[in-house]
């Protein structure tokens, strides 16, 4: 197994204008608190996410009531919680007074279908949430409420794992990797991860995996097939650098660090996750589906597989509502540049 890396690149020379970091046009932030110290923690990450993007935040936390077939609440120990919490969320939104425009409100129900039907009615595009709340990790990579928003909140989300929270008051991000597969849904990503790198002054790294090619395999392999593999692999790992060099190369920022990681075999989905590792990845930025994009399924196989595993804050970026299915197949079948899938 090999690892090739393109040289650092400090000042790339500008692109189109499809891929100006500055031209991301991004609305409003929820983030998701539950009144719990860890997903409180989460409240860095949105104000980065918000100074970054230039969007406003909405502080959002759910009061869950009992089931029907229990004793009605208080009223008046409902309306004490209910002040309580706003007065909660109004205070860590003054102590960030200059993270910008940062909105709390306090709504009832059942906490994924009313942050989802919120999200919806206030054109939401990005949702803030931890994988583990009030009730604390557990052997699940997503507790229940966290699982359903992946499933179903609109727009993008931004997962920050249990693993991952810690007490500073502040996020910092000096190193994004983005993960890339050839399709343009996986290249979608790089305008917000070049301004997020931009705004936190942090280094990108563009990664793709090269992976093994197979060979019909009825008996051993003879010195012709060995041979014949080793070149199919050299080709793949030549055009997966020069094509992350062109990418590269359209980031317009010039000052942005940009770096390619061209990452010869095993499985895209644990090559990934070890990277983060090893490279000391500060938040993962990829879009939900790749180039095997399914209709039926909300994340890819990849995408869902750092999701489960996920040990550093993730921004997972859907395709936007307006852009239907058959386009985007379109535009894979017109676009097909590489042979492997990074993200999926």
Same mark, same amino acid.
């Given at each position: 197994?090999?690892?090739?890396?393109?040289?650092?690149?400090?000042?790339?020379?500008?692109?189109?204008?499809?891929?100006?970091?500055?031209?991301?046009?991004?609305?409003?932030?929820?983030?998701?608190?539950?009144?719990?110290?860890?997903?409180?923690?989460?409240?860095?990450?949105?104000?980065?996410?918000?100074?970054?993007?230039?969007?406003?935040?909405?502080?959002?936390?759910?009061?869950?009531?009992?089931?029907?077939?229990?004793?009605?609440?208080?009223?008046?120990?409902?309306? &004490?919680?209910?002040?309580?919490?706003?007065?909660?969320?109004?205070?860590?939104?003054?102590?960030?007074?200059?993270?910008?425009? &940062?909105?709390?409100?306090?709504?009832?129900?059942?906490?994924?279908?009313? &942050?989802?039907?919120?999200?919806?009615?206030?054109?939401?595009?990005?949702?803030?949430?931890?994988?583990?709340?009030?009730?604390?990790?557990?052997?699940?990579?997503?507790?229940?409420?966290?699982?359903?928003?992946?499933?179903?909140?609109?727009?993008?989300?931004?997962?920050?794992?249990?693993?991952?929270?810690?007490?500073?008051?502040?996020?910092?991000?000096?190193?994004?990797?983005?993960?890339?597969?050839?399709?343009?849904?996986?290249?979608?990503?790089?305008?917000?991860?070049?301004?997020?790198?931009?705004?936190?002054?942090?280094?990108?790294?563009?990664?793709?995996?090269?992976?093994?090619?197979?060979?019909?395999?009825?008996?051993?392999?003879?010195?012709?097939?060995?041979?014949?593999?080793?070149?199919?692999?050299?080709?793949?790992?030549?055009?997966?650098?020069?094509?992350?060099?062109?990418?590269?190369?359209?980031?317009?920022?010039?000052?942005?660090?940009?770096?390619?990681?061209?990452?010869?075999?095993?499985?895209?989905?644990?090559?990934?996750?070890?990277? &983060?590792?090893?490279?000391?990845?500060?938040?993962?930025?990829?879009?939900?589906?790749?180039?095997?994009?399914?209709?039926?399924?909300?994340?890819?196989?990849?995408?869902?597989?750092?999701?489960?595993?996920?040990?550093?804050?993730?921004?997972?970026?859907?395709?936007?509502?307006?852009?239907?299915?058959?386009?985007?197949?379109?535009?894979?079948?017109?676009?097909?540049?590489?042979?492997?899938?990074?993200?999926?």
């Amino acid at each position: 197994m090999t690892e090739r890396r393109s040289s650092e690149n400090a000042s790339s020379p500008a692109g189109s204008a499809g891929m100006s970091s500055t031209e991301v046009p991004f609305g409003r932030i929820v983030a998701c608190l539950d009144g719990s110290e860890m997903g409180e923690r989460i409240f860095p990450h949105a104000v980065a996410m918000a100074r970054a993007l230039g969007a406003p935040l909405t502080l959002l936390r759910v009061l869950e009531g009992k089931a029907i077939a229990e004793a009605p609440h208080d009223p008046l120990a409902w309306d &004490i919680r209910r002040r309580e919490s706003r007065e909660q969320l109004e205070r860590m939104a003054e102590r960030d007074a200059g993270a910008g425009s &940062i909105d709390t409100e306090v709504i009832e129900g059942q906490a994924a279908e009313e &942050i989802c039907r919120w999200a919806r009615r206030h054109r939401a595009s990005l949702t803030v949430l931890c994988s583990h709340g009030g009730s604390g990790e557990t052997e699940w990579s997503l507790a229940s409420t966290a699982r359903k928003l992946v499933e179903g909140a609109p727009g993008s989300f931004l997962l920050v794992p249990a693993a991952a929270v810690s007490e500073e008051r502040v996020a910092r991000y000096q190193r994004l990797l983005v993960p890339l597969d050839g399709s343009p849904r996986a290249e979608s990503v790089l305008p917000i991860a070049g301004r997020l790198a931009e705004a936190c002054d942090a280094e990108l790294l563009l990664a793709h995996v090269v992976p093994v090619p197979e060979l019909t395999e009825i008996g051993p392999l003879d010195a012709e097939d060995l041979e014949l593999r080793e070149q199919l692999a050299r080709r793949n790992e030549r055009v997966a650098s020069e094509y992350l060099d062109r990418l590269r190369s359209r980031l317009a920022s010039s000052h942005v660090r940009v770096r390619a990681l061209v990452l010869r075999g095993g499985d895209a989905r644990t090559r990934l996750a070890r990277v &983060i590792v090893e490279q000391e990845v500060d938040l993962v930025v990829l879009s939900a589906q790749g180039r095997t994009a399914r209709a039926d399924v909300p994340l890819g196989t990849v995408t869902a597989y750092l999701v489960a595993h996920a040990t550093k804050p993730m921004l997972i970026v859907r395709q936007l509502a307006a852009v239907s299915t058959r386009r985007a197949t379109r535009a894979d079948r017109e676009d097909v540049r590489l042979p492997s899938q990074a993200t999926s």
